[in-house]
């Protein structure tokens, strides 16, 4: 059984694109669970309108951000393999064919994207390789590769990641840097979504716009609660 994760907040525009390029790839026996972050516009109305029982939609009684609300989507999860989604991206055919495989000798899949904007006009064709992405711990604590919207896992690997801690600013950051520690990863070269940049998402990897003093806080927090964390096991 396979759980695609989505975490939604004023995704109204975008999101119903996405669910369908998302369902069309799912068995009648997989789910989606979505977490809406107290949504301000439709994005909830729409996703019902799609009427589809795969889909499992509840929203918080707090706002909680990215990092809560992805935990609140994960820990309603059932699936043996989960695949995290970004509300406004689109899934390119034979993702799920693709990764599922790599899913049953490795822990962790990351795939390439595709970066595009909204008007479906071509940003750059790898990002990979406009980031120099590949595995290694110190090499991602640097300069991270792990966006949540390329990454798939085993539901074994929650028992180690999941409670996000509170200084942690991003949870796919946190999810892959814990799997190279702990795990097995690998980087698919294949590009299988179209990231979509509008001006409203997140930075691909959740540092755009923060200073030196900030990202080296954030390098602090992240090795010192993964040490942590790993003496926990």
Request: charged share 20%; glycine share 6%.
């Amino acid at each position: 059984m396979i759980s695609v994760c989505i975490a939604t907040y004023n995704g109204e525009r975008y999101v119903t694109k996405q669910l369908l390029s998302i369902l069309a790839q799912l068995s009648e026996y997989d789910e989606v669970i979505i977490s809406d972050d107290r949504s301000t516009d439709n994005t909830v109305a729409v996703i019902k309108e799609i009427k589809d029982r795969r889909i499992s939609v509840t929203v918080n009684e707090y706002r909680s951000g990215p990092v809560g609300n992805f935990e609140k989507a994960l820990k309603r999860a059932k699936g043996e393999y989960i695949f995290l989604a970004d509300q406004d991206d689109i899934w390119l055919p034979g993702k799920v064919n693709s990764v599922l495989p790599l899913l049953h000798n490795y822990d962790l899949v990351l795939t390439d994207c595709i970066v595009i904007n909204e008007n479906n006009e071509l940003i750059m064709p790898s990002f990979f390789e406009f980031r120099k992405s590949q595995p290694g711990f110190w090499r991602n604590l640097y300069r991270n590769s792990y966006m949540g919207c390329c990454m798939a896992f085993k539901r074994t690997i929650l028992t180690y990641t999941l409670p996000f801690p509170d200084e942690v600013h991003m949870h796919d950051w946190w999810i892959g840097l814990l799997v190279e520690v702990n795990g097995s990863v690998y980087f698919h070269n294949q590009p299988l979504i179209n990231y979509v940049r509008h001006g409203s998402n997140a930075s691909p990897t959740g540092e755009s716009g923060y200073g030196a003093l900030r990202r080296l806080r954030n390098r602090y927090y992240l090795l010192t609660n993964l040490l942590w964390r790993s003496i926990s096991l």
